[in-house]
């Protein structure tokens, strides 16, 4: 079986919703601090755009956590790359490329949160409501949908298409057609 890569969000609609959520985060922030915390490496692409239409004040910092996210015995997702510096008392917004099951995301949550963050919010470029399997609410979304694998804009299959502009969904086909 082969695939086929069909537009479903085409760059001028991402830069909107980033716009978008630039204005709202920044409104929300308005007089404080952010510490905008990047999960590497499927938002690198959606990071760099939002944070130049953010408003406030704020440093930049990364993470990076299996890509299996499936929790080993002690309950916690493994920290690739930790960020560099403490999160305690500071405003933190994590910067994810796509919530789908929610279990990355949801491990992320857990292994930070007891560093004592004043708050800890969510800005999701894409929150795919089709296989979530734990409650769990990014507090800014830039799509939301209800679609099948999706590449482009960051986001990879076998780390591929990164680079691609837009958000496409992988379209499963015969090989003989596609
Ligand atoms: P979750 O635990 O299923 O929410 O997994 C989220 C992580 O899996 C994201 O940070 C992505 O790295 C990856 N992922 C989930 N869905 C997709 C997709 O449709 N395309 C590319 N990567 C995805
Ligand atoms: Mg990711």
Same mark, same amino acid.
């Given at each position: =079986? $082969?695939?086929?890569?069909? *537009?479903?969000?085409?760059?001028?609609? #991402?830069?909107?919703?980033?716009?978008? !959520? &630039?204005?709202?985060? /920044? &409104?929300?922030?308005? $007089?404080? *601090?952010?510490?905008?915390?990047?999960? #590497? %490496?499927?938002?690198? @692409?959606?990071?760099?755009?939002?944070?130049?239409?953010? /408003?406030?004040?704020? *440093?930049?910092?990364?993470?990076?956590? /299996?890509? +299996?996210?499936?929790?080993?015995?002690?309950?916690?997702?493994?920290?690739?790359?930790?960020?560099?510096?403490?999160?305690? &008392?500071?405003?933190?917004?994590?910067?994810?490329?796509?919530?789908? *099951?929610?279990?990355?995301?949801?491990?992320?949550?857990?292994?930070?949160?007891?560093?004592?963050?004043?708050?800890? %919010?969510?800005?999701? =470029?894409?929150?795919?409501?089709?296989?979530?399997?734990?409650? #769990?609410?990014?507090? +800014?979304?830039?799509?939301?949908?209800?679609? $099948?694998?999706?590449? $482009?804009?960051?986001?990879? !299959?076998?780390?591929?298409?990164?680079? #691609?502009?837009?958000? +496409?969904?992988?379209?499963?086909?015969?090989?003989? @057609?596609?």
């Amino acid at each position: =079986m $082969g695939f086929q890569l069909r *537009e479903l969000y085409s760059r001028e609609r #991402l830069s909107r919703e980033v716009q978008r !959520l &630039g204005g709202e985060i /920044s &409104g929300d922030f308005a $007089g404080k *601090e952010l510490l905008v915390l990047v999960i #590497l %490496k499927g938002a690198f @692409v959606f990071a760099a755009d939002l944070v130049r239409c953010i /408003s406030v004040p704020m *440093e930049i910092e990364f993470i990076e956590i /299996s890509s +299996y996210c499936g929790t080993d015995s002690s309950g916690r997702a493994t920290v690739i790359k930790d960020v560099a510096i403490p999160i305690a &008392g500071k405003n933190v917004l994590i910067v994810e490329d796509i919530v789908d *099951e929610g279990r990355c995301l949801s491990s992320l949550l857990d292994i930070l949160r007891p560093r004592g963050p004043a708050t800890l %919010k969510v800005c999701a =470029m894409v929150d795919n409501r089709r296989r979530r399997t734990i409650p #769990l609410e990014p507090d +800014y979304v830039g799509i939301r949908c209800s679609c $099948g694998f999706l590449v $482009g804009y960051g986001l990879d !299959l076998d780390q591929k298409y990164r680079e #691609l502009p837009a958000l +496409y969904e992988l379209i499963p086909c015969d090989e003989s @057609v596609c």
